[in-house]
């Protein structure tokens, strides 16, 4: 995405081809605010911001934590705002 930034219609199957060059790029840093923004930084440099949605669970993400078996799961909920189990 070469430093430009870019916004994507997920209802626009194809206008989202130019992702798919980021399809398992390993990610260096996340960062989710309480509101539901889902920030991504990728080892190319390149960020995926995810913003809330009004309607739908704009996001979730499930993972483990490094030397430790802790699993966490956050969703992005409707409306703005998180749930973490």
Known sequence: MSGAQRRFDLSASAALAPLLDHYQAKVTGAE??????????????????VEPDDRYEAFTVAGKLPSTSRRFFFVAVPGGGLACW
Do not use: E, M, Q, R
């Open 32 to 49: 989710i605010c309480k509101g539901g923004p889902l920030n991504l930084t990728s080892t190319d440099d390149a960020v995926l911001l």
